[in-house]
């Protein structure tokens, strides 16, 4: 398979795509802090007993779980002023689109506290600010970490849209150096490759949490 | 321990209707307990005896009438003609009287059985931890848990996790405390235990106890007064040796009959 594979070149390739896979992490990271604190607030904020809250919130979540990632990105490079990042603007912009998501999963991790657990706590006398804090975020948080992680892995793969700003994350070296060497075969599969190095013992890593927590 | 003169009573019910959607649980229902007294409160479930002590812990809303915590307002509150119910801010200053024990237990999992108890004494009644410590170590002495000070709640059986929640609850230092079916998710050979803890509670403080139980024997020994309840109402009031040997209503009969299995 000489003329279709050359080790050479996949040999030449790595250091690019590792450097590549290193931006990758660093938005998946990154993204992900964004997506949990934010997702986090969304939750809370949806609960609020005021419809002027509730309803031009689930507006825009709606609004952002509808549309397309990738036009989310293009969207917001375009209008941002030029001396931003684009890994920057790529970090916020997966931020804020998982965001979106991972409230579900809080919602759901909040609801799937006991109630006892609320009764006991007004038993208890206890500050409405305090019983979120001491008593329903620490059960709710734990219920999620398994839906975190997932959604953690789904960023992780969705980060070669960052090539449409221009961000060199692994995806886009291998298409640079395809496009300098008329060959992809080579770089397209260790980018796979590599993908699956990372999110599969990831999401082994997930499954056994779900196992541990249930 | 309460600074209202002893002929207020600890708990007043004025009228009190609770209506769940259409279902009428209370209705125009009357009842005071003095200070100190121990009610049980008995009859079918549906009857509504749950419900009191739920409303009483604020767990749920009324629908009418009011209820008098040392003759204080607590949850509702008549100004001029208008029913309103009592700001939250209001109503936590009469809750840190009251104190409740739950059928399910209802421990905080993710602390231990330390924090469990020492969490609103600090965080609420302001005590210093080293002082919250020290009384918590006093009440899982009282209740034989001392060892158990620092295991995780899930690590203890469900008549050890009552036993804390029964320390937690007194850390609080209580005026009333509410006792909801607190055996009734036990395995039968533990419930002694339990009530064993209660029954000395009982004998060594002046608390203002509100039971709900179907450990007739225990009603028994610990009560003052038992109150039959049917459909929301008192049918039958009483002391509880008249009230089990020689009940005077029918329904009451009936009731302990069915309970009592002769």
């Known amino acids: 398979m000489g003329d279709i594979w050359s080790w050479e070149r996949a040999w030449d390739v790595l250091p690019k795509l590792l450097e590549g896979l290193v931006v990758t992490i660093q938005a998946t990271v990154v993204g992900m802090v964004i997506a949990s604190i934010l997702g986090l607030f969304i939750a809370l904020a949806m609960r609020s007993p005021s419809r002027w809250v509730r309803i031009p919130l689930k507006f825009v979540v709606d609004f952002i779980r509808m549309t397309p990632l990738l036009v989310q990105l293009v969207f917001v490079y375009l209008l941002s002023p030029p001396w931003i990042p684009g890994l920057a603007i790529g970090c916020v912009v997966l931020g804020i689109h998982y965001a979106t998501y991972m409230s579900e999963v809080y919602r759901a991790g909040i609801e799937a506290v006991p109630k006892g657990q609320w009764e006991a706590a007004t038993a208890l006398n206890m500050a409405p600010g305090r019983t979120w804090r001491a008593v329903i975020l620490p059960q709710a948080i734990r219920n999620t970490l398994p839906g975190l992680g997932n959604y953690a892995i789904s960023m992780f793969k969705e980060t070669p849209f960052l090539f449409a700003i221009s961000v060199v994350e692994m995806y886009t070296a291998a298409q640079q150096f395809g496009a300098g060497t008329f060959s992809y075969i080579e770089a397209l599969t260790m980018v796979g490759l590599l993908f699956l190095a990372v999110s599969y013992p990831t999401s082994l890593l997930v499954r056994r949490m779900e196992t541990r927590l249930a | ?262």
């Open chain 2, 1 to 262: 321990m309460t600074t209202t003169p002893g002929d207020v009573p600890a708990i007043e019910f004025q009228d009190v209707v609770k209506r769940f959607g259409d279902n009428t649980v209370l209705d125009r229902l009357n009842f005071s307990v003095p200070q100190g007294q121990r009610i049980t409160l008995i009859g079918p479930s549906g009857s509504g005896k749950t419900t009191i002590l739920r409303l009483l812990m604020t767990l749920e809303e009324l629908s009418g009438g009011l209820i008098l915590i040392d003759g204080d307002p607590y949850t509702h509150e008549y100004k001029g003609e208008k029913w309103v119910a009592v700001p939250e801010r209001r109503r936590r200053v009469v809750r840190n009287r009251v104190g409740m024990v739950f059928q399910q237990f209802n421990l905080f999992p993710n602390m231990s059985v330390l924090e469990n108890i020492i969490e609103s004494p600090v965080h609420v009644l302001k005590k210093s931890k080293d002082e919250a410590v020290a009384d918590a170590e006093r009440l899982l002495d009282k209740v034989g848990m001392s060892e158990k000070r620092d295991f995780k709640t899930n690590e203890l059986s469900g008549g050890q996790q009552q036993r804390v929640a029964i320390a937690r609850a007194l850390a609080m230092d209580p005026e009333i405390l509410l006792l909801d079916e607190v055996t009734s998710a036990l395995d039968p050979e533990i419930v002694a235990d339990v009530l064993d803890v209660l029954r000395e509670i009982a004998d060594t403080t002046d608390i203002t106890m509100l039971l709900v139980t179907h450990e007739m024997q225990f009603a028994r020994e610990v009560s003052d007064r038992v109150l039959m309840f049917d459909k929301g109402q008192i049918v039958e009031e009483a002391d509880p040796e008249t009230m089990f040997t020689n009940p005077s209503h029918e329904r009451t009969q009936a009731f302990l009959k069915a309970v009592l299995g002769g």
